[in-house]
Antibody, heavy 120, light 107 residues
C-alpha cells in the first residue's frame, strides 16, 4: 500500500535552515509528481511546492519562493524540502503528498505530517 | 492566483441530515476541483476529484457537482464519522489554492 512518511521537523531559530524528508513506499516513486503542503495549527491548508516526476519542473508558492527548495532522490524513493531563512510564519505541519496520475496537481495520498516550529 | 471561497465556514448538523457545502473560484477552473475531508490530527483525505468523481473507497453518500466557477459537495445522509473539516482545492493551475475550509459539527 502507498505510504508517505515525513521526518526532519523540529524547533529551529528564525533565520536558520531545516531539511524535511518524505520516504515513499508502495508505488513507483519515479512515476509521480510530489508536493509539499503545509498547515498552521488550527488553520487551513497551504500548498508549498511541487516537483515533476522527472525532477525537471518545480513550482513554488510565492510565500516560500527563493527560500525553500524541493528536490527528490528516486534511488532512495525520497522527497526533500530544504527550508532556508525560516520565519515565524513557517511554523506549521508539513505534509508531503503524491500528485495523482492524470492530474498531477491533485493529491491522492498524503503523509502524516511533520511539525516545524520556528522560534527563538 | 485563483481564489477559492467556501461557504459556510462552519455548519452544525445532525446525523441523517443532508448537507451542502459550496465552493466558488475567482475564475473558471473547468472541472479541476477536488474535495478533501480532514479529521483532527490527521492528514486530508481525497473524497471527490474532477468536481464530481468519487475517489475509490469513499462512500456513495458523498457527491460533487459543478463546473466553471461554482461547485458543491453534498453529503446525502450524515453519519457520525462525517463530522470533520472539508476543503475544496483547485488543480487548474499553480499556485494550487484551497478554500478556507468548512467545519462540520454535530448539532
Amino acid at each position: 500500500q502507498v505510504q508517505l512518511v515525513e521526518s526532519g521537523g523540529g524547533v529551529v531559530q528564525p533565520g536558520r535552515s531545516l531539511r524535511l524528508s518524505c520516504a515513499a513506499s508502495g508505488f513507483i516513486f519515479s512515476n509521480y509528481a510530489m508536493h509539499w503542503v503545509r498547515q498552521a495549527p488550527g488553520k487551513g491548508l497551504e500548498w508549498v511546492a511541487v516537483i515533476s516526476y522527472d525532477g525537471d519542473n518545480k513550482y513554488y508558492a510565492d510565500s516560500v519562493k527563493g527560500r525553500f527548495t524541493i528536490s527528490r532522490d528516486d534511488s532512495k524513493n525520497t522527497l526533500y524540502l530544504q527550508m532556508n531563512s525560516l520565519r515565524g510564519e513557517d511554523t506549521t505541519v508539513y505534509y508531503c503528498a503524491r500528485g495523482a496520475v492524470g492530474d498531477y496537481l491533485k493529491f491522492d495520498y498524503w503523509g502524516q505530517g511533520t511539525l516545524v516550529t520556528v522560534s527563538s | 492566483d485563483i481564489q477559492m471561497t467556501q461557504s459556510p465556514s462552519s455548519l452544525s448538523a445532525s446525523a441523517g441530515d443532508r448537507v451542502v457545502i459550496t465552493c466558488r473560484a475567482s475564475q473558471s477552473i473547468d472541472n479541476y476541483l477536488n474535495w478533501y475531508q480532514q479529521k483532527p490530527g490527521k492528514a486530508p483525505n481525497l473524497l471527490i476529484y474532477a468536481a464530481s468523481s468519487l475517489q475509490s473507497g469513499v462512500p456513495s453518500r458523498f457527491s460533487g457537482s459543478g463546473s466553471g466557477t461554482d461547485f458543491t459537495l453534498t453529503i446525502s445522509s450524515l453519519q457520525a464519522e462525517d463530522f470533520a473539516t472539508y476543503y475544496c482545492q483547485q488543480s487548474f493551475s499553480t499556485p494550487i489554492t484551497f478554500g478556507q475550509g468548512t467545519r462540520l459539527e454535530i448539532k
